[in-house]
């Protein structure tokens, strides 16, 4: 047999190994890390899919909450476990950000990291105290460029996706903020709320029942669409910035070997998830939409994000806390 005819049958023997793997699969419980406390957003819909799809799968779908170092220890945790579909991650905007964010950087995720489908995004929002004086984002410019960087807003922390949308934001209006970092969403609306700054930058949800009882006001949010629900709430691209968007994304990965076949098994199963009434609530519930497409598609958001996240973070000279 000559080397050719050897290399073909090989390939053929597991293209077949693959597709045998992928037919019998799942045969036991699939574990998907999230990077978070659980609880949070990320958590959240990673049960809620990992639910449907076990329903759907025949197998138990465990979250196991894995927080720390960014999410780095969760993504390493599942890029280092076997490549057979049964070690999952639901992951977000910090996955193309830390590579950058943190030095040396903890891991490649276009060479370790198998894509499988994006689940949504939810927005990012500005709001300010609603005795700060800062009634609109115009308000908020005009103040800004009046005493540059003296004007602070609060986020989650250095390099969170909060704090990376207002610094692309400030790129996009010649303005400057002074950022202060918290050490979660949370505390930094307690200071806002207290009147210790004015601005804060999360989640759109997390501000929700303050935005109700009058204390904070939506200025605008950062996704390219209006949310559900700051519905009068305008986008930073109606408001003088077309094309400008920032905001979080969720979406499921796996290790980089993983076979092909079980990618597209499980790919199949989520975008079916994504069509459900629990699903589509829930992400409507945390101030989110789904949004369903091809692995391929998952996989150039990752790179695109990568691209513009390390020229943000290297120009801004952003390091992690």
């Not at 800062?134 to 922390?157: E, Q, R, V």
């Amino acid at each position: 047999m000559s080397i050719m005819r050897w290399c073909l049958s090989v390939a053929a023997a597991l293209c077949l190994a693959s597709a045998a793997q992928a037919q019998n699969y799942p045969s036991k419980p699939i574990r998907v890390y999230v990077g978070y406390t659980p609880g949070g957003a990320v958590d959240v819909v990673a049960r809620t899919v990992g639910q449907k799809i076990s329903t759907a799968l025949g197998q138990p779908v465990v979250v196991e909450n894995k927080p720390g170092a960014g999410t780095n220890i969760a993504v390493r945790a599942m890029i280092d476990s076997p490549p057979d579909g049964y070690t999952l991650m639901v992951t977000a905007n910090a996955l193309a950000a830390n590579p950058t964010l943190f030095q040396p950087s903890p891991f490649d995720p276009e060479r370790e990291v198998a894509p499988i489908s994006l689940i949504g995004r939810v927005p990012v929002v500005i709001a300010a105290n609603a005795n700060a004086g800062i009634g609109s984002l115009k308000d908020l410019m005009a103040a800004a460029k009046a005493k540059p960087g003296a004007l602070s807003y609060a986020t989650p922390g250095n390099g969170s996706t909060p704090h990376l949308a207002v610094e692309l934001f400030m790129r996009a209006a010649g303005i400057s903020l002074l950022h202060i970092p918290y050490r979660g969403g949370a505390q930094a609306i307690i200071d806002v709320l207290g009147g210790q700054l004015p601005l804060v930058a999360v989640n759109a949800l997390e501000v929700l029942p303050h935005v109700k009882a009058g204390k904070l006001r939506v200025l605008a949010v950062m996704s390219d669409k209006r949310t559900t629900i700051f519905p009068d709430a305008p986008t930073i691209a109606e408001s003088g910035f077309p094309g400008f968007e920032a905001s979080v994304w969720y979406g499921f990965i796996a290790p980089a070997a993983t076979p092909k076949p079980i990618i597209e098994k499980l790919h199949g199963e989520i975008q079916k998830a994504l069509k459900s009434p629990e699903v589509l609530e829930r992400m409507a519930a945390v101030g989110g939409e789904v949004t369903p497409g091809s692995t391929q598609q998952f996989k150039e958001l990752i790179h695109n994000e990568r691209v513009r996240y390390e020229k943000l973070i290297r120009e801004a000279q952003i390091k992690a806390e």
